[in-house]
C-alpha cells in the first residue's frame, strides 16, 4: 500500500489521484527518507498529526529532494479523502501549515467553480509560511501569496497545476459572481476619511 492508490478512489481530472504530481517528482518522494519513514502507514487521521507539525511549504530543493509538504500531499491523493474533511481543513483557523496543504490539496483535485469558491475566501488570511525554495534557502512568505499562486501560477511547490479556466469567463457564463477584493471596501473607506486639500 506504501506507493499504491487506496482502492476505492475514483479518478481525477481523469486520472489516478497521484499521477497529478509528475512521474520523476513521485520517484524522488517514494526514494525519500521522510515517505519511507513518516509516510508508510499513515491514515488521514495521522497525516492532520503530521500536516500540523510542517515546518514549511515548498515544493523540490537541493538535488531536487522533496519536501515534507509535497510529501504529504501525494500521501494525500493516495488516501483520497472526502471533500467535507478537505473543506474542513480549509476552513480550520488554528493550523497554517495544515491549511496550505488543504489548499493545496484542493487545487489539485478540485473542479474550477470550487476552486475559486473556496480558495478565495483564504485571501484574508495574512499569517506568515516559511517556504522552501528549489535552494534549499527558507523565505517568508503569506498565506494569501500562496492562495494567490494557487489561483494564477501555472506552477507550484514544483508540481504543474491542472488548467483551471480564467474567473472572468466563469463570470461572463454566470458561475461566479464577480469577485470583490476585501481591499476595495478599506480602500473606499481611507478615501472618505481623506479631507480634501
Same mark, same amino acid.
Given at each position: ?10 479518478? #481525477?481530472?481523469?486520472?489516478? &489521484? ?10 524522488? #518522494? ?7 519513514? $513518516?509516510?508508510?502507514? +499513515? ?9 500540523? %507539525? +510542517? &515546518? ?15 510529501? !504529504? ?5 493516495? !488516501?483520497? &479523502? ?10 480550520? &483557523? %488554528?493550523?497554517?501549515? +495544515? ?14 467553480? $470550487?476552486?475559486?469558491?473556496?480558495? *478565495? ?28 499562486? !494557487?489561483?494564477?501560477? *501555472? ?8 488548467? !483551471?479556466?480564467?474567473?472572468? #469567463? ?13 481591499? $476595495?471596501?478599506? +480602500? ?5 476619511? $481623506?479631507? *480634501? *486639500?
Amino acid at each position: 500500500m506504501a506507493n499504491r492508490t487506496v482502492s476505492d478512489a475514483r479518478a #481525477i481530472h481523469g486520472t489516478n &489521484p497521484q499521477f497529478l504530481i509528475e512521474k520523476i517528482t513521485r520517484s524522488r #518522494i517514494y526514494d525519500s527518507l521522510y515517505w519511507k519513514k $513518516e509516510c508508510f502507514a +499513515l491514515t488521514m487521521e495521522t497525516l492532520l498529526d503530521k500536516a500540523v %507539525d +510542517l &515546518p514549511c511549504i515548498g515544493g523540490t530543493y537541493g538535488n531536487q529532494k522533496p519536501t515534507e509538504f509535497l510529501c !504529504l500531499a501525494l500521501k494525500m491523493l493516495q !488516501l483520497q &479523502p472526502s471533500k467535507d474533511i478537505v473543506l474542513e481543513l480549509l476552513r480550520d &483557523p %488554528d493550523f497554517k501549515y +495544515l491549511r496550505a496543504l488543504a489548499a493545496f490539496y484542493l487545487r489539485l483535485t478540485g473542479n474550477t467553480k $470550487e476552486v475559486y469558491t473556496e480558495l *478565495e475566501v483564504l485571501y484574508k488570511d495574512y499569517r506568515k509560511l516559511r517556504e522552501r525554495s528549489p535552494t534549499g534557502d527558507y523565505f517568508i512568505t503569506h498565506m494569501d501569496e500562496f492562495i494567490d499562486q !494557487l489561483l494564477r501560477e *501555472e506552477r507550484v511547490c514544483s508540481t504543474t497545476l491542472p488548467h !483551471l479556466t480564467k474567473r472572468h #469567463i466563469l463570470e461572463e457564463n454566470d458561475q461566479l459572481l464577480p469577485y470583490h477584493s476585501p481591499l $476595495e471596501n478599506a +480602500l473606499s473607506a481611507s478615501d472618505v476619511s $481623506e479631507p *480634501e *486639500e
